[in-house]
């Protein structure tokens, strides 16, 4: 086996069932060395895994890239050789970051359970929305997974697609996520439209030389999108004629405000977000990073 | 093919930038990170913020944003620790409100350390640290509920928001509660700026640890990212200049859409992809028809090759 076929082990080949016996194993005494390894030793080994996880990434950014590479190709020198590894480990490092979160979520409808089930057991104030949420996230998923096993499982071959063929479980699934949950996200998202002009209203409040400026420009900004103001506009400044007067017409004082202020300010603080989270992935990577609460 | 292959250019870049945060946190460990920190309001407003919800009796509410486990949700919730430990410390009552699974067992972790450190562990609450939905608008609707229903007093958005920013800071409003709020979104930051109290605008947001803690690795770190700014000064004063002399110059040849250099029938004005600091940036990527001489897996692998390369 060579380092750049480790992880393209062809579908069904024998080596390929053993490396995922031995990850199986591996994985298993990893999760019981931790659940019973003391805190300060627990620290050193999520840090070592921390620390190999970045590196991996850090490597994928700096080595050489294998460029035209075909399904059929080996490796022509060393360098090749750890690109290839690379590249092939890629997708299977996507893989992790995909399982881990998805076993985590089971922890996180267990804190649901736990909050919701108590206020409901204690009879706390609101329980009946306690309900609401218990009923909807059991019934939701009965009507989720019920539906995809007769897709995948019991009849297969039917074409799903087509609505006539629904019985019961699509026809719940169905009412319950397009009809009720995603008419209900787009409600929260239209409320948004009320919130940015009780917000808009209260800081366009003229009380600071600030204020009034966010105001001006936020006046000229709305103006510009008006197709009429922005017709006079044209009007008013071709009419005099005069070449240099021709740049105070509205799109061209929005369009200024928006490439010489709008667009530099936002580069600014993405540059400055962007260094940040440099560091602090420097500091996690060589895990420096602690609670954050000091000693 | 151009001259130069300048792919390395960024990779040299990203590692200098590197080194400035670790040369200076090595450096602010030798002095003890007794490094001047400037004044940020929004984080003096949060012993402020504890102290009316103390006053009150009401709960401190806290969102790390709706992103997943990164660096952006690991500092959120490295500042709630801080605000926590002022919390445990009066016995406030907080909430912290999350959406993502694997942000909430790092919440738990961290939220019970902070009681345990400051010996209140039995005023600790398991049910603190919530975790609402992972779906955006479910999210919403879940915290703006909290947020009316326990009054909370004082709250800190922190982290990455989206559209469900202005919902929260206007629940929050609505009921008079002190805000203290920062995204990374540069997009949400003016929803911020228009609706609560105190902001953290841009970077203040990755300072915020080093500013409360005055860590020595912290200050240091904050200092590399000063120096990565100069940095980037210069690389913007070099590009102004580079790029405004190169507009004046001409060229008698330009790559077509192949990346083929062809002659031009006269001279032409520079574009801003003929300058060398565009040419920096973008290296031509290697010709996709060209054939590389490679040896190949036998027939029989090869035939059978399940996923990679």
């Known amino acids: 086996m060579t380092l750049a076929s480790f992880w393209a082990h062809p579908s069904g080949s024998s080596q390929l069932i053993t490396w995922l016996i031995i990850g199986l194993v591996a994985g298993i005494g990893l999760f019981f060395g931790i659940m019973n390894a003391p805190t300060r030793a627990r620290r050193a080994i999520i840090g070592g895994f921390t620390f190999l996880a970045a590196f991996f990434y850090i490597l994928l950014f700096a080595w050489p890239r294998p460029a035209n590479v075909k399904p059929t190709d080996l490796p022509k020198d060393g360098v090749e050789t750890v690109g290839f590894f690379l590249q092939d480990a890629t997708t299977a490092f996507k893989d992790f970051g995909t399982i881990i979160p998805a076993f985590l979520l089971g922890l996180g409808v267990y804190s649901l359970l736990r909050v919701h089930l108590g206020k409901l057991v204690k009879k706390q104030r609101d329980w009946q929305f306690s309900v609401v949420l218990l009923v909807s996230l ?44 995603q008419q209900m996200d787009a409600a929260m998202f239209s409320i948004i439209a009320f919130f940015i002009l009780s917000a808009a209203y209260r800081a366009f409040r003229i009380r600071s030389v600030e204020a009034t400026i966010m105001l001006s420009i936020a006046l000229i900004m709305m103006l510009n999108t008006m197709g009429i103001m922005q017709f006079w ?12 007067l021709k740049n105070l017409k509205l799109d061209e004082i929005a369009n200024w405000l928006k490439n010489n202020m709008q667009v530099p300010s936002l580069r600014a603080l993405e540059f400055g977000v962007a260094i940040g989270a440099l560091a602090m992935a420097v500091r996690i990577w060589l895990n420096l990073e602690k609670s954050g609460v000091g000693s | 093919m151009q001259y130069y292959d300048t792919a390395w250019f960024g990779i040299l870049v990203t590692f200098t930038l590197v080194f400035f945060i ?25 012993d402020e913020a504890i102290g009316r919800a103390t006053e009150m009796g009401r709960p401190v509410l806290m969102v790390p944003g709706i ?24 016995g406030t009552p907080i909430r912290i409100c999350i959406a993502d699974a694997a942000v909430y067992t790092v919440g738990q972790e ?11 562990i039995e005023r600790y609450d398991m049910d603190s640290v919530q975790f609402v939905s992972d779906r955006q608008f479910a999210f919403a609707a879940g915290v703006s509920g909290i947020i009316q229903r326990e009054q909370c007093a004082a709250t800190f958005f922190l982290g990455e928001f989206y559209a469900e920013a202005l919902i929260f800071a206007e629940s929050a409003n609505a009921i008079g509660a002190i805000q203290v709020a920062g995204s990374t979104q540069v997009t949400q930051t003016p929803f911020f700026v228009a ?21 020595p690795i912290l200050v240091g770190s904050l200092i590399g990212q000063d120096w990565c700014k100069m940095l980037f000064y210069g690389f ?30 006269k001279p032409e004005k520079m574009k801003n992809s003929d300058t060398f600091v565009h040419r920096m940036f973008n290296p031509d990527p290697y010709p996709a028809d060209k054939e590389i001489e490679r040896p190949q897996k036998p027939a029989e692998e090869a035939a059978a090759a399940g996923g990679g390369q």
Not at chain 1, 236 to 241: A, E, F, K, S, T
Request: glycine share 8%; charged share 25%; with cysteine.
């Open chain 1, 138 to 181: 059991v019934s939701m998923a009965t009507f989720g997974y019920w539906s995809w096993y007769i897709e995948r499982f019991a009849e297969p071959q039917k074409d799903w697609a087509d609505t006539a063929t629904w019985g019961i479980a699509h026809k719940g699934r169905d009412f319950l996520f397009d009809g009720l949950l």
């Open chain 1, 233 to 244: 506009s044209n009007q008013l400044w071709d009419g005099i004629g005069n070449e240099f």
């Open chain 2, 22 to 46: 670790t040369f200076n946190i090595r450096r602010s460990e030798k002095s003890s990170g007794n490094l001047f920190v400037r004044r940020i309001p929004g984080l003096n407003a949060i």
């Open chain 2, 67 to 90: 992103g997943t486990l990164n660096a952006i949700s690991v500092q959120a919730m490295n500042i709630f620790a801080r605000v926590t430990q002022t919390a445990a410390k009066f």
């Open chain 2, 110 to 120: 961290i939220i019970k350390d902070v009681y345990q450190r400051e010996g209140q």
């Open chain 2, 195 to 215: 609706a609560c109290d105190y902001v953290l605008i841009g970077d203040e947001f990755y300072a915020a640890s080093a500013y409360l803690n005055r860590q």
């Open chain 2, 236 to 265: 913007i004063l070099f590009g102004i200049l580079n790029l405004s002399v190169g507009r004046l110059m001409s060229v008698t040849e330009r790559r077509d859409e192949k990346g083929e250099m062809v002659k031009l029938e």
